[in-house]
């Protein structure tokens, strides 16, 4: 299983900020385990920390603002992108004003640093969300929407499409993260030129130049008008005749305002809180809608805290009843173990078929049968020292012993037809024979039982 990773050391960089035009230092830390990400103002009284959740974003006009106990910070997506791009987890992000340096308007030097500094593993493992089903969000009025789909791997496609003869429709593709560095963290933000005047007027992109953002110009307007804004843009007078993008540096790829907003997506979706495997379908996609549907992800995750593992009933199994029978005493009708499809350094799946001809049901209940729960918590203890035993020489010298079970829940009945798929994970390593484990029962999706328990392995006399 992958583990959770978090910077090797901290790195600085300093720019002026893309809508306040201050200068800002913003410097990344490395982060304990389970950490997540966390922006300290350190500018602020008390220097307030602010988690980066899409729960607290309060604002996605031309970015993403995050916003706690009155302590605000705008135009974090890209810093973002880098961060979960690049497969860290954990970081404290400072920064000594109210947003991000907006650099060259793009995350290529915030993968560079990251790249440089290195990253390291931590002990935590790595807790993706992993998607199975088709997700779904629309927005009508706009004609956006972002759909999920499973997949093995978090991988996005995205489409753009503009009322402008420049950039009508654009996609851009990312298959796999490791070449956001090379294929995605240069693209640079963008601004029509339409957009400036309104954006001046709402206190925004005083910051704003050919250096930091593709201009692009798509609708004619009077000479004098454009006169006008080249002065508000500082930069010479020119052709209002001649449309097209104005920048000082040529575009690094034709679709880079695809590319852009396709980073903008990974940025914005960093904020759910874990990394997804699964396919992004973002059409028409911007900063509202990447809020919204990330909140909607962070919804469906607390619905489905514990994920069921995945079974396909027709791949070989790691231990078949054979191997169960030479590392558990337990016969019938006592074996309640059918197989194991998954084993690591400190957890296990197992599965139980219930049939119909299970022995306990002539008795539980002859009328309505139901496995009785106790047999489903010996089934998890069962399935907890098949891992234990698996590690052991002579396994068949050893046999383990309930001390203590502890917080069990039944949350469903189990009946005859039912597929139980058990994970049992260790709580902390093995000492003088002693083990404390956590376990959960699944039918399908849902979590029918789950119990903590204490087991001793002794040695047979």
């Not at 650099?103 to 790595?126: M, N």
């Not at 539980?364 to 009785?372: I, W």
């Not at 698996?390 to 005859?416: A, C, H, L, W």
Request: hydrophobic share 40%.
């Amino acid at each position: 299983m992958l583990k959770q990773k978090t910077l090797k050391e901290s790195f600085s960089l300093s720019g002026k900020g893309l809508h306040t035009g201050l200068d800002l230092t913003i410097t990344f830390n490395p982060a304990p385990d389970n950490h997540g990400y966390k922006i300290q103002r350190t500018d602020l009284e008390g220097q307030p920390v602010i988690d980066a959740v899409a729960d607290n974003v309060v604002e996605t006009t031309r970015g993403t603002v995050l916003s706690k106990n009155n302590a605000r910070v705008s135009t974090v997506e890209h810093a973002m992108a880098a961060l979960y791009a690049l497969g860290i987890d954990n970081c404290l992000i400072q920064v000594n004003g109210p947003e991000f340096p907006i650099l060259d308007g793009s995350a290529k030097y915030y993968v560079e640093e990251i790249e440089k500094v290195g990253t390291v593993e931590q002990s935590a493992v790595k807790d993706f969300y992993i998607i199975k089903s088709k997700i779904e969000f629309r927005d009508d009025k706009t004609g956006s929407s972002i759909i999920v789909l499973p997949d093995e791997n978090f991988s996005l496609n995205v489409l753009v499409s503009y009322d402008s003869q420049i950039i009508p429709n654009q996609f851009a593709t990312l298959e796999n993260m490791a070449d956001f560095a090379t294929e995605i963290a240069g693209s640079r933000t963008f601004v029509f030129v339409r957009e400036i005047e309104p954006l001046l007027q709402a206190g925004l992109i005083k910051g704003g130049d050919l250096d930091n953002a593709i201009v692009i110009y798509e609708r004619k307007m009077s000479q004098e008008n454009y006169d006008t804004l080249a002065d508000v843009m500082g930069v010479p007078h020119m052709d209002a005749e001649q449309l097209g993008y104005i920048n000082h540096k040529p575009l690094v790829w034709p679709n880079e305002c695809a590319r852009h907003k396709l980073l903008d997506v990974i940025g914005d979706l960093a904020l759910i809180g874990k990394p997804i495997k699964g396919r992004i379908i973002a059409t028409r996609p911007g900063h509202t809608i990447n809020n919204k549907f990330a909140r909607q992800m962070r919804k469906e995750i607390r619905q489905h805290e514990v994920q069921a593992p995945i079974y396909d009933s027709t791949r070989e199994p790691v231990m078949d009843v054979n191997r169960i029978r030479e590392l558990l005493p337990h016969r019938y009708p006592f074996q309640l173990v059918d197989k194991v499809i998954e084993i690591g350094a400190n957890y296990i799946v197992g599965i139980k078929n219930v049939t119909s001809n299970e022995p306990f049901f002539q008795g539980h209940f002859p009328q309505e049968p139901v496995m009785p729960g106790v047999l489903q918590i010996e089934t998890m203890a069962q399935i907890g020292g098949l891992l234990v035993l698996n590690s052991v020489d002579e396994p068949e010298r050893y046999s383990t012993y309930f001390m203590k079970i502890d917080g069990v829940k039944f949350r469903q009945k189990v009946v005859p037809g039912d597929t139980l798929v058990f994970r049992v994970e260790l709580l902390a390593p093995i000492r003088r024979g002693i083990s404390t484990m956590k376990g959960y029962v699944f039918v399908g999706e849902k979590v029918v039982c789950e119990a903590e328990f204490m087991a001793q392995i002794v040695k047979n006399k």
